[in-house]
C-alpha cells in the first residue's frame, strides 16, 4: 500500500527565508509525485510532479522538488519566501496499480511573517 | 476555458437529513474523481468515475454514500441520511483520460458540509 507522510503540519518562515517542506512516501511500485497548493478558499492547483525523467522539478512560484528514491523522499523547497506563498501545502502520491487516484500526506500549514 | 466547479460551497444540515454534492468536472475530462477531507486528517480518495462508469468506489465509507455520473459529464454524490462524521470538505476533481496515473488533476474548491 502506499502512504504519504509530511513531516511538519504547521511550518513558519520569515519573508525572504528558505522554504522546506518534507514529504516521504512508501510505494511498492514506482510513484508518481505531486505537490499541491491550497490558498484560502479556493481549490488545490497543482504546484508541481514527478513522472519520469529528471529528478529535479521545477514547479510555479519558484518552488522545485527533488525526488530521491534512496531516501523515498520528495522534499519541496523555494528559495526565498514570499508572503504570497502562506497556504497550505500537500504531497501526493498515485502508481500503476492505484488506478490514478492520490494518496494524500496530512498537509502543511505555511506560514509567512514580514 | 471553465475549471472544476461545485455546488453548494456550504451545507449545513441536521443528522438524519439528506444532501446532495454536485460536481462539474472540466468539459471533456472523462476522469472524475471525489475526495473528503475531515477536520485534522488528511485528504482521502472516496470513488472514481470513468466517463460514466464507476472505476474504483473502495474508498467510498458506506452505504450511505451514492454518487452518480449521468451521461458522462457532471457527477452527483448523496448522502442519506448524513451522519455527524459525516462534516468535512467534499473535493472534486477531474483529468482529461489515457495517463491516469501521471495527468494533473484539477481540483474544484469544495463543498464544505456540517452535519450537526
Known amino acids: 500500500a502506499q502512504s504519504v507522510t509530511q513531516l511538519g503540519s504547521h511550518v513558519s518562515v520569515s519573508e525572504g527565508a528558505l522554504v522546506l517542506l518534507r514529504c516521504n512516501y512508501s510505494s511498492s511500485v514506482p510513484p508518481y509525485l505531486f505537490w499541491y497548493v491550497q490558498y484560502p478558499n479556493q481549490g488545490l492547483q497543482l504546484l508541481l510532479k514527478?513522472?519520469?525523467?529528471?529528478?529535479l522539478v521545477k514547479g510555479i512560484n519558484g518552488f522545485e522538488a527533488e525526488f530521491k528514491k534512496s531516501e523515498t523522499s520528495f522534499h519541496l523547497t523555494k528559495p526565498s519566501a514570499h508572503m504570497s506563498d502562506a497556504a497550505e501545502y500537500f504531497c501526493a502520491v498515485s502508481g500503476n496499480n492505484q488506478g490514478g487516484k492520490l494518496i494524500f500526506g496530512q498537509g502543511t500549514e505555511l506560514s509567512v511573517k514580514p | 476555458e471553465a475549471g472544476v466547479t461545485q455546488f453548494p460551497s456550504h451545507s449545513v444540515i441536521e443528522k438524519g437529513q439528506t444532501v446532495t454534492l454536485r460536481c462539474d468536472p472540466i468539459?471533456?475530462?472523462?476522469?472524475l474523481y471525489w475526495y473528503r477531507r475531515v477536520m485534522g486528517k488528511e485528504i482521502k480518495f472516496l470513488l472514481h468515475?470513468?466517463?460514466?462508469?464507476?472505476?474504483?468506489e473502495s474508498g467510498m465509507p458506506n452505504n450511505r454514500f451514492l454518487a452518480e455520473r449521468t451521461g458522462g459529464t457532471y457527477s452527483t454524490l448523496k448522502v442519506q441520511p448524513a451522519e455527524l462524521e459525516d462534516s468535512g470538505v467534499y473535493f472534486c476533481?477531474?483529468?482529461?483520460?489515457?495517463?491516469?496515473?501521471?495527468?494533473?488533476?484539477?481540483f474544484g474548491p469544495g463543498t464544505r458540509l456540517l452535519v450537526l
Open positions: 468515475f470513468v466517463k460514466e462508469s464507476k472505476q474504483d
Open positions: 514527478y513522472t519520469t525523467g529528471a529528478t
Open positions: 476533481a477531474s483529468s482529461p483520460g489515457v495517463h491516469r496515473v501521471s495527468e494533473t488533476q484539477y
Open positions: 468539459s471533456g475530462h472523462d476522469n
